[in-house]
């Protein structure tokens, strides 16, 4: 089959074409998106924090490994994650409490917002652990 | 198209729905703590098996590590039901998709709790 023959589904009039999606939308795919990804890193959180039952030189030096600043600045993304899921989520229990849904819009430009400088917050906090070279801190 | 427009809640359940919330706001503050704990107040500090065995001498770090554990498991699964409801994957086989996820999340809380013995002993 051709790939045009998917234009309908996802083609620029298509309901999948980014500008047609709906803030409202937008939300509820970043909720999903963010959402597998932090449960892939619990997983994964568990099975690094395991590596103490080998013996504990195998943590430890796992935990030099995550100290590094690539490292450190995949937890700034983590952490972006988290901000996104939280702050969208508060806006989902005011909507069940009934509360703002006529202004759903709004809500979440204004949780997007309050992420926004938690996320500033959370790059300030990696700042030194990520650009600083380790002998200058 | 009727039955995309069903409310997940309904196919969920209200329990599960109940629950989502409730853990939510658990792990608003849960995760709040734990994140200042780990990066704030101990920003820099070396992370070793003895100096996580120092923290865990206090028992509030056991109830918090807990009860963010269990928290987290059971936001992450029934997270992933809705998810898989939402693209009416496994509506018809809702129990046995229920049964998996209970024997996931316990056995993954069991492991939880037996990786932090290390620690303790430590």
Redesign the interface.
């Known amino acids: 089959m051709k790939l045009s023959g998917f234009k309908w589904l996802f083609g620029r009039n298509s309901e999948f074409w980014p500008t047609n999606i709906k803030t409202g939308m937008w939300a509820w795919i970043g909720h ?1 998106v963010t ?2 990804i ?2 892939a890193y ?2 994964m959180h ?1 099975s690094f ?2 590596q ?2 080998l013996g ?1 030189d195998k ?2 030096s796992l ?1 030099e490994v ?2 590094q600043p690539l490292m450190v600045f995949l937890d700034f993304l983590l ?1 972006c994650a ?1 901000i996104f899921h ?1 702050m969208n ?2 806006r989902i ?1 005011l909507f ?1 409490m009934g509360i703002g849904i006529r202004h759903q819009k709004v809500i979440f430009w204004i949780s997007m917002a309050i992420a926004a400088v938690l996320v500033v917050a959370a790059f300030w ?1 990696i700042w ?2 990520v650009f600083v070279p380790a002998e200058a ?1 | 198209m009727a039955e995309h427009t069903i409310a997940t809640s309904r196919v969920g359940g209200t329990w599960p729905w109940f629950l989502q ?1 409730l853990t ?2 658990l ?2 503050v849960f ?1 709040t703590l734990h ?1 200042f704990i780990a ?2 107040w101990h ?2 500090e ?5 100096s996580v065995s120092e923290r865990l001498r206090d028992v509030a770090y056991i109830v918090v590590d807990l009860g963010m554990l269990v928290s ?2 059971f936001h ?2 029934n ?2 039901r809705t ?1 898989l409801f ?1 693209f009416d994957m496994f509506v018809k086989r809702k129990k046995m998709l229920d049964i998996g996820l209970l024997v996931l999340g316990i056995a ?1 809380t069991v ?2 709790i ?2 932090l ?3 303790l002993e ?1």
């Open positions: 999903r959402g597998l932090l449960v619990i997983f568990l924090l395991s103490a039952m504990a943590f430890d935990m995550t100290a952490i988290v939280a989520g508060l229990i069940d906090a030194d652990l801190v | 919330r939510a706001v792990l608003l995760i994140l990066h704030f920003v820099g070396e992370i070793s098996v003895d987290v498991i992450a699964l997270g992933l998810v939402d993954t492991w939880g037996v990786i013995l290390p620690f430590g």
